[in-house]
């Protein structure tokens, strides 16, 4: 089978793989050859490939179900649950209208990161580095720092809630900070090692996160189904559009990691089209497969965040195994104050940690595993993080490229860890502050992406010169792409509802930024890329 498939493989394909290959060889660092401990991390399975993309015949696993683990298990942790709480605690929206938005509006956001998923397979390449097709070398600059600021953010959050659960455990005899650091640790230790041992712990980190919140829910379900449903003034369209910014800030950044973890997986079959004047094979995938990997990708981010959608009384009552875990959120917070113990876990500086481990309390020492067991559930997320986090490092600096992969694991821990520690404090207003703002870039890149790959390459994946992904002459300028990124904002700004900055448009009808910068930013690149293609002249 290897060998029919290296036979069908096309011209452009050969020249890819061994352009890669090459690449390959000359990104590698050379020390590997002098340093003992270098081969033995590389025996050890640790992961060297940075951005330097897979080629076609190493593209070979089959597994696509792990891609549903990698995100199903990155969501299903305590970040998703503290999410939901913002609900009811700074939007102030009742338990049914906090559950609707949940639903239709992460329902809606997850298609694109999902959709993202299926191109890691036809083109073998990291996301950030498929971006430069669009974006081009240089350009990519701006949405790589970005991305590698949001990536950071969502390593500050996770590790905050890890380390406030350990704490809690600790009766705070361990404090936030230390709890912290423990976390961190061990999420580097998970991502230092690459691919196989990530998608591994993927696979594993998440049942232990199950058993703790039906456990949670046994103990403690009395009380949620007392839980007030009503919190605050009658929903508005302001506050619905709001809370569901930070929703789509939280799902829609995905989009920029997304191909990170499907690189390897195996893409096509080899069939030959008379019509291609050359005569070369057209590589075309697998339908079920692209359909396989889009839906796996697309319950991985689904299922932790809305599997279940009705109201909290009646679903307990129908349903006790399957757990919403931004739904129980909001529940958990709603019915806080009618429980000392929970008031007093969960404390005045929203302490979501301490909040599960008074919800775990009434099974003693069990329940303070259980609660162990919910802090290290951030580390599948961070882990995740932190792997992609290296290769936004690689193209924010191309020189960086010649430094292995890992290297950059311990320099994201480095850069989040401290920030953790500082911000620990504020967590809510940390959360709703960042969740808003990251959704307004990803949904334009998105846009632009997507725009790219069907006006202007009809959707063919081999319109993409693979050959050309580190070469800044044969990409193109990317200067379309920023100006409507850009030029978007003109709009986006007005539409925005920030604590800290509210536009006029924003102000009326809640913050409607997110949904604004993907048609907008769509929109205005067909033309700029029209202007772009005219004027480039290709070496």
């Given at each position: 089978?290897a060998d029919l498939?290296d036979?069908?493989?096309?011209d452009?394909?050969?020249d890819?793989?061994s ?5 390959v060889a000359?990104?590698?660092s050379?020390?590997s050859r002098?340093h003992?401990w270098?081969k ?8 060297e490939?940075?951005?330097v993309?897979v080629p076609y ?11 549903f683990?990698?995100?199903f298990?990155?969501?299903?942790n305590i970040l ?6 913002l609900?009811p605690i700074?939007f102030?929206l009742?338990?049914?209208?906090s559950?609707?938005v949940i639903l ?8 694109l ?7 890691g397979?036809?083109t073998g390449m990291r996301?950030?580095?498929h971006?430069?097709?669009?974006f081009g070398?240089y350009?990519l600059t701006?949405p ?9 953010g ?7 809630l ?6 809690s ?8 900070t ?13 991502s230092f ?6 998608t591994?712990y993927e696979r594993?980190?998440w049942?232990?996160?199950l058993?703790a919140f039906i456990?949670?829910l046994?103990v403690?379900?009395?009380?949620l189904?007392?839980?007030p449903s ?11 559009l709001?809370?569901a910014?930070?929703l789509?800030?939280f ?7 997304a191909s990170d973890f ?13 019509s ?7 590589l075309?995938p697998y339908?079920?497969?692209s359909?396989k990997i889009?839906l796996y990708?697309?319950?991985g981010y689904v299922?932790p ?6 109201h909290?009384?009646e679903w307990l ?6 757990i ?5 959120g ?16 969960y ?5 979501i ?10 099974v003693?020492?069990?329940?303070k595993?259980?609660?162990v067991?919910?802090?290290?559930s951030?580390?599948?997320?961070i882990a995740?993080?932190l792997y992609s986090?290296?290769f936004n490092?690689q ?5 960086f490229?010649r430094v292995?992969?890992y ?9 989040s ?5 500082v911000g ?5 207003a940390t959360?709703?502050d960042f969740?808003?703002?990251?959704g307004?870039?990803?949904s ?9 790959h069907y006006c202007?390459?009809n ?5 993409y010169?693979?050959?050309?992904w580190n070469n800044?002459?044969r990409?193109?300028w990317?200067?379309a ?8 904002f ?6 925005m509802?920030?604590v800290w ?5 924003g102000?009326?009808t809640?913050?409607i930024?997110f949904e604004?910068?993907?048609p907008?930013?769509g929109?205005l690149y067909f033309p700029?890329r029209k202007?772009?293609l ?6």
């Amino acid at each position: 089978m290897a060998d029919l498939r290296d036979e069908k493989l096309s011209d452009v394909e050969k020249d890819a793989a061994s352009k890669a290959e090459s690449d390959v060889a000359s990104v590698h660092s050379e020390g590997s050859r002098y340093h003992p401990w270098l081969k033995a991390l590389l025996s050890w399975g640790v992961e060297e490939r940075g951005i330097v993309p897979v080629p076609y015949d190493q593209r070979t696993d089959k597994q696509f179900y792990k891609i549903f683990f990698v995100w199903f298990s990155m969501n299903f942790n305590i970040l998703s649950f503290s999410t939901g709480t913002l609900g009811p605690i700074v939007f102030g929206l009742s338990l049914r209208d906090s559950c609707l938005v949940i639903l239709f509006f992460n329902l809606l956001a997850c298609s694109l990161p999902a959709y993202f998923n299926t191109w890691g397979p036809r083109t073998g390449m990291r996301q950030m580095v498929h971006s430069r097709y669009s974006f081009g070398y240089y350009g990519l600059t701006i949405p790589a720092l970005l991305n590698l600021i949001g990536l950071c953010g969502f390593n500050i959050l996770n590790s905050i809630l890890g380390g406030q659960a350990l704490a809690s455990v600790s009766n705070d005899n361990m404090s936030w900070t230390v709890g912290i650091v423990i976390i961190a640790i061990v999420a580097l230790v998970i991502s230092f090692m690459g691919y196989r041992v990530l998608t591994w712990y993927e696979r594993l980190s998440w049942p232990p996160v199950l058993l703790a919140f039906i456990v949670a829910l046994g103990v403690g379900g009395k009380h949620l189904y007392n839980a007030p449903s009503f919190s605050g003034e009658p929903a508005s369209a302001s506050t619905i559009l709001s809370f569901a910014s930070v929703l789509a800030g939280f799902v829609i950044t995905y989009s920029a990691m997304a191909s990170d973890f499907t690189m390897y997986y195996e893409p096509t079959v080899s069939r030959y089209d008379p019509s291609i004047s050359n005569h070369t094979f057209w590589l075309t995938p697998y339908p079920r497969r692209s359909r396989k990997i889009f839906l796996y990708s697309y319950l991985g981010y689904v299922v932790p965040i809305v599997c279940d959608f009705f109201h909290v009384r009646e679903w307990l009552i129908l349903n006790l195994s399957q757990i919403v875990l931004e739904c129980l959120g909001v529940a958990a917070v709603m019915a806080t104050p009618n429980v000392p113990s929970w008031n007093e876990g969960y404390g005045t500086a929203g302490n979501i940690g301490g909040l599960l481990s008074a919800m775990l309390s009434p099974v003693g020492g069990f329940g303070k595993f259980l609660t162990v067991m919910l802090s290290l559930s951030v580390t599948a997320n961070i882990a995740c993080t932190l792997y992609s986090i290296c290769f936004n490092f690689q193209v924010l600096v191309p020189s960086f490229s010649r430094v292995p992969r890992y290297v950059f694991s311990i320099v994201g821990t480095a850069i989040s860890l401290p920030l953790s520690i500082v911000g620990a404090h504020r967590f809510y207003a940390t959360l709703t502050d960042f969740l808003s703002l990251i959704g307004y870039w990803a949904s334009a890149y998105g846009a632009i992406l997507i725009v790219e790959h069907y006006c202007f390459r009809n959707g063919d994946f081999n319109s993409y010169d693979h050959s050309s992904w580190n070469n800044p002459r044969r990409l193109p300028w990317g200067a379309a792409a920023i100006a409507a990124v850009i030029l978007s904002f003109g709009l986006v700004i007005p539409c925005m509802q920030q604590v800290w900055f509210e536009g006029p448009i924003g102000t009326k009808t809640g913050d409607i930024g997110f949904e604004v910068a993907f048609p907008l930013a769509g929109i205005l690149y067909f033309p700029l890329r029209k202007l772009e293609l005219k004027y480039q002249k290709f070496d």
